[in-house]
Structure formats: structure tokens, C-alpha cells
């Protein structure tokens, strides 16, 4: 028998692209640019699996397919909210994700931004790069201190482990958790962190809060206006998650009015177009979903779809089925 064709929907790191090749008979898309909905039909009708990435919408049109002949979709990524799960078991085919070999990366990367809104990295970036630094002076660019602060995790998978490891030990940052289920004592002790029951409960206590938590419907605007007019007046909002977390019409308004100190945000609804409003603001970091953008994390995550792949196909569970 032949090796199982595989689409994959994006350009992948080069090692990873030759090791998929030696174990399946791949099909990239080249043009590395966004496919459309009538694509991911294709992929399905035509191929034995399909990897597909954050920026593949597999909705129920997408899916919209008699008998598929792809048998599973391996993400390229922990969040797979872009998928609907739903949709494709109805269709017998499983879904995969890459969890764990992102989840320091990211966590890096969140606290950065803590650290980039709260100290004005962008702005100092900014006046060295176009000449417009006229020298030291006591009140230049003043920011706030972030060691020693109240740091607020709105879902604690592991990447709001990892966050809170770094903020705990490295910053000396009291951790303040909210999590759907209850969290076990000795993952909090570790971290020094207290669970509290609700979202409004953590946000008038936190310096900084930074979301965690998985995108999709259920969490769509989980911070709105209201849950904004919740956090201190000079507090910081980091989001590594999904945009669709939060009303960003609502943080625009935040921003303008400076009712929150600032924000940072890596993703966003919608992406990758932003807000003209959004990108105004001055007291907004942003990033282009840059979370998981190491070579050594994206390889991670290449090698980490392929195992589940292999898996599958040799009749084995996959040990990151979600579907
Ligand atoms: C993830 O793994 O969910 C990242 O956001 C990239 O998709």
C-alpha cells in the first residue's frame, strides 16, 4: 500500500516539511497564503488526512462534504476553536492538536508584553528609532513596575501555568487564578497563586491580568465593557489567547478613555486585520499572533502533529485527540 496523502495547508518549518514527506505523500500549499472555504472541501474530498493551521476555518460549510475521504485533521496548534468539532465527528473524522510543546513559548512571550505595556517599550523603541530622543530626563517615559505586583490568570492550562512560574519566581508577582474547574491545591502552591470562584471577583484586585483561556463561542467577549470597568484604573490587559475573548470595540474604548492603564495583545478578532481604533492607541502593544514563533516551537509543534499522524494511521489513538 501506498503512504496516506496528506494536505498541508501552510508552509511548515523545512525540517519538518522533509521528516512529513518521508511518512506520507504531502501536498503543501505552496502559496503559503490563506485558503478558502471551497479548498478546505477539497482537501477533504481528495486526501487521507489534513493538517491544517489556526488560520483554517474547518466550519460546517467548510465541511459541507458527502464522503470525505480524510480521516483526520491533525492541528498545527493547541487552539483548535477554528475547527468545528462537531461538524467534523459527525463526518467520522478525528481531530488532533499539539499541546505542551508551545506552552513555554508562549508564556515567554506573555510576559514580555507584560513588561513591553507596562515599562512603554514601544513608545522608547519608537523615539530612538526616528531621532526623536532628546536625552534622559526623571520624567521621560515614566512606566509602572511590574515585580512584586497582583497578576490576574483567566484560565490555568498550561500556559497559564507557565505564565504564572515566570510572573511567581521571576518577578516575585502575587497569582491570583480563575479557572472553570477547581485547580488542585499543589498546582497553586507551586505558583504561590489563590483561585477565586468568578472573573469579577479577580479583576478589581489585579495589576495585570492575562487570558489563558480556549477562544470559540463560549468565550466571546468573556471581557466586555462591563468586566473592563472591572479593572483598576492603571491595570494592564495581556492577551496570548484568541481575540474573540475580547470585545475590542469595548478595550478600544478603555484605551481612548484611559479607564485601564493599557493592554497587549498578540491576537485578535479577526485577524489579521485590526481595528483602525485599536491601532490609534497608544497605550496598546500588539503583535501579529507571534505566541508560538520560535524555530524551536514550531518544529515542536510539527513533529508533534506528525507523531499524532503516524499514530493514526498505524492504528494507534492519537495521544492529542480532542475529536
Ligand atoms: C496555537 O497553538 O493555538 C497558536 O495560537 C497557533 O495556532
Known amino acids: ?18 521528516r ?12 503559503d497564503a490563506q485558503l478558502k472555504t471551497e479548498d478546505f472541501r477539497q482537501a477533504i474530498s481528495g486526501f487521507d488526512a489534513v493538517l491544517p493551521t489556526v488560520t483554517d476555518k474547518f466550519c460546517s460549510r467548510a465541511l459541507e462534504v458527502r464522503n470525505p475521504q480524510a480521516k483526520i485533521l491533525a492541528n498545527y496548534g493547541v487552539g483548535y476553536s477554528h475547527i468545528d468539532t462537531e461538524a467534523v465527528s459527525r463526518l467520522s473524522i478525528a481531530v488532533t492538536n499539539t499541546p505542551d510543546v508551545l506552552s513555554e513559548c508562549t508564556a515567554d512571550l506573555a510576559v514580555m508584553l507584560m513588561l513591553m505595556a507596562a515599562r512603554r517599550a514601544v513608545e522608547g523603541e519608537h523615539e530612538v528609532r526616528s531621532g526623536a530622543w532628546t536625552g534622559w530626563r526623571p ?4 512606566g509602572r513596575k511590574v515585580s ?3 497578576l490576574g490568570i483567566i484560565g490555568f492550562g498550561r500556559i497559564g501555568q507557565e505564565v ?3 510572573a511567581h519566581h521571576g518577578f516575585g508577582m502575587d497569582i491570583l487564578v480563575y479557572n472553570r474547574s477547581a485547580v488542585a491545591v499543589e498546582k497553586l502552591a507551586a505558583v504561590g497563586a489563590r483561585q477565586v470562584e468568578t472573573i469579577d471577583a479577580l479583576l478589581p484586585e489585579c495589576d495585570f491580568v492575562s487570558l489563558h483561556c480556549p477562544g470559540g463561542a463560549e468565550n466571546r467577549h468573556l471581557i466586555d465593557a462591563r468586566r473592563l470597568g472591572l479593572m483598576k484604573a492603571d491595570a494592564f490587559l495581556i492577551n496570548t489567547a484568541r481575540g474573540e475573548i475580547i470585545d475590542e470595540a469595548a478595550l478600544a474604548q478603555a484605551l481612548i ?7 497587549a495583545l498578540d491576537v485578535f478578532d479577526g485577524e489579521p486585520r485590526v481595528s483602525a481604533e485599536l491601532r490609534a492607541c497608544e497605550n496598546l502593544v500588539m503583535l501579529p499572533h507571534l505566541g508560538s514563533a520560535t524555530r524551536e516551537a514550531r518544529e515542536a ?11 493514526f ?5 492519537p495521544r492529542d485527540r480532542v475529536a
Open 20 to 31: 512529513l514527506s518521508e511518512r506520507f505523500d504531502v501536498t503543501i500549499n505552496q502559496r
Open 139 to 142: 520624567t521621560h517615559l515614566m
Open 301 to 311: 509543534m510539527g513533529f508533534r502533529a506528525m507523531e499524532n499522524l503516524v499514530d
Open 257 to 263: 478613555f484611559e479607564t485601564i492603564g493599557g493592554a
Open 313 to 317: 494511521f498505524e492504528g494507534r489513538e
Open 148 to 150: 512584586g505586583k497582583v
Open 164 to 166: 504564572a512560574r515566570r
Open 1 to 18: 500500500m501506498g503512504l496516506p496523502s496528506l494536505f498541508v495547508t501552510r508552509r511548515l518549518p523545512p525540517a519538518v516539511e522533509a
